[in-house]
DNA sequence: GATGAATGAGACTTCATTCAT
DNA sequence: AATGAATGAAGTCTCATTCAT
């Protein structure tokens, strides 16, 4: 809903800022942020070339901002699941949704495991932390459900579901299956079910 | 060991074009194959630029002359564990190379799982392919260990462990922390152990 | 001293364009007309980008806007030195002032002088003229002294006094040594002193 | 002369570098390093635009070569001046060579004295320092001839000379006038002859 | 076969200037 | 008058690939 008070350029500004790090996050996610030019996500956004740099000083600010995008959408993610009563409920409704996305997945892998995994080869930028910072935040959602569940370990069974998680995404695009996604994400429900039972 | 059957001249040309593939092999790995320049590969394998082409046609022969490398591993690998009499102890034997190579994991990831990642994202050349044949390689021989094991569904307890070797792989590269290839590593040996108990 | 009978807006109007030709006098100076952006001039005199462009319609516009800022200091100077009674006195004064700017000249040579060298490398816009023009009014003013100090060929002695000058700041600038400033100076001094001792 | 045993390519890469060096030194002395191009010195070499960073890494080497290439002009200059058998003459037939360019020094300044004031206003790079050693090298040639000529305080008069000889240049590139460099090259010519006279 | 050099397309980035409000 | 945003032409630099010897 547009806020009629601002002036009609801010708003523009505002959503064209936004339009650039919806691509970014997009186009990265396709094609990698090494093969992804910035040109790619001009067009993508409709936004003339040399513009994009009124909103990002360089390319890698681009990627960090995709990269935020794509914390926010763990954000919201997690939001929504923090509405379920159960802290089981709310794990699975996590693999559901990873399942949910396995077209996806199977095309371009997991976008914040795959762009982590790029960055991660480079020396300098810090982007690999930053990529990492979101990673975390994933694993510590998933460590506090652990821990409403009273588990042993949750700190633990966290990298192990979201290792599963960022493994089956992997698996799943080099082999281009969606079926990896499905079994393994049957198996991990059911896990998740198990526990507790003793 | 070389055979002096062959000219001199083949015998160093094939050494110049091994040099190039580990070169290319290694730098890869450490550094994607987008970011690795004919120049890197060429420099560290003390090979003139304008020579690498008489081995390689183009950017992307060389890369799969990487991807075969590391295949060229995977199978030296997994000779060495079949002379294993165990099937679990074949298995174990793979996840503690796993965890032996940990340091390397978290520096630059899995060299087979991140260039399969990275190729994943094109659309063209078919190298995509060329690596999930990598990956499907080390399933199959998985998926024999637990077949032998009389485990039932033996093709998915191959993607679960290969999986969660992927995924510990890329948490230990995102987050810079070897501790998550000790722990996964541990987990799942007893996972191992504690099969076929029932 | 503002004048109450100007409307404000016309005061700080003014007050805005002096902020910029002080700026751009300034970073032109330090950085090259060529090194410096509209963008630089804008944020030194907190003026916003495009409002720059209300008064001076050209970057070069604002280049000529500078060196007529240095003209300005140049009559202000002569105006104080004027005020000394005797023109040997006048132009050790300006010596002396030479000499007293000496950290400047080692940083960033004479404002004027390597304002009219850097204008003298274009073929188009006139700036180099102007530039020209400044330098004249600085040797028609010495001149002036050795003509009231009844020296012969006094154009010449002007050359000679202004040339040391630029060539004294030139070489502490590029030798980033202000003992050149002081040991010319006083080289100087004592040639004015000299003078007409017959 | 080309010697025959060097490769025709060896002769024209190192031929091609040459050319690249001698335009750049050109073409820089007379639109100062900022407004030069690559693509300027490229075409002025005859050489492709891409071919210049095999033999130049950055723009900046391309400016440091051209330096470079004044310097030994400059040596070459002190050479031929070391064959005339005495000092004081060496010191007259510099001053000579200077008037002679004054055509160039008229509408591009000193090649050197305008490239290290242009260099001084950076804040990186330590061109500037290159710069200020090509010019010491001149000081110290002209102070080894005062002190051969037994004159007290030669550096402080190797300072003065050089000096004067920017000065000169500078002020007959603002004014656009030769007269300038004719007029202060007579007086200084009349200087070294009556030093010593005492 | 071998190799230093050449080529050209294209990437990122900067910036003077203009525009819309 | 004021201003954040827009534009597009350049400029520097990289690099896969090809060429000439």
């Given at each position: 809903?547009?806020?009629?008070?601002?002036?009609?350029?801010?708003?523009?500004?505002?959503?064209?800022?936004?339009?650039?790090?919806?691509?970014?996050?997009?186009?990265?996610?396709?094609?990698?942020?090494?093969?992804?030019?910035?040109?790619?996500?001009?067009?993508?956004?409709?936004?003339?070339?040399?513009?994009?740099?009124?909103?990002?000083?360089?390319k890698?600010?681009?990627?960090?901002?995709?990269?935020?995008?794509?914390?926010?959408?763990?954000?919201?993610?997690?939001?929504?699941?923090?509405?379920?009563?159960?802290?089981?409920?709310?794990?699975?409704?996590?693999i559901?949704?990873w399942?949910?996305?396995r077209?996806l997945?199977?095309?371009?892998?997991?976008?914040?495991?795959?762009?982590?995994?790029?960055?991660?080869?480079?020396?300098?930028?810090g982007?690999?932390?930053?990529?990492?910072?979101v990673?975390?935040?994933?694993?510590?959602?998933?460590?506090?459900?652990f821990?409403?569940?009273?588990?042993?370990?949750?700190e633990?069974?966290?990298?192990?579901l979201?290792?599963?998680?960022?493994?089956?995404s992997?698996?799943?695009?080099?082999?281009?299956?969606?079926?990896?996604?499905?079994?393994?994400?049957?198996?991990?429900?059911?896990?998740?079910?198990?526990?507790?039972?003793?």
């Amino acid at each position: 809903m547009t806020d009629s008070k601002e002036p009609a350029r801010a708003r523009a500004a505002g959503a064209k800022r936004q339009r650039l790090v919806e691509a970014a996050a997009d186009i990265v996610h396709r094609q990698g942020a090494e093969r992804t030019t910035i040109a790619d996500i001009a067009r993508a956004a409709e936004v003339p070339v040399g513009n994009v740099y009124y909103y990002f000083k360089t390319k890698d600010e681009l990627v960090s901002a995709a990269l935020s995008e794509h914390e926010r959408h763990l954000n919201l993610l997690i939001g929504r699941l923090n509405r379920l009563p159960d802290p089981r409920e709310r794990l699975k409704g996590l693999i559901e949704g990873w399942v949910g996305q396995r077209d996806l997945a199977v095309r371009y892998g997991c976008p914040t495991g795959t762009l982590a995994a790029e960055l991660a080869k480079r020396d300098q930028g810090g982007l690999d932390i930053e990529a990492g910072r979101v990673i975390r935040l994933l694993l510590t959602w998933v460590e506090e459900q652990f821990r409403q569940l009273d588990q042993p370990d949750p700190e633990s069974l966290a990298l192990t579901l979201v290792g599963a998680y960022q493994g089956m995404s992997l698996l799943a695009n080099a082999l281009r299956d969606p079926a990896v996604m499905e079994r393994e994400g049957a198996r991990l429900t059911a896990w998740i079910d198990s526990l507790g039972a003793a």
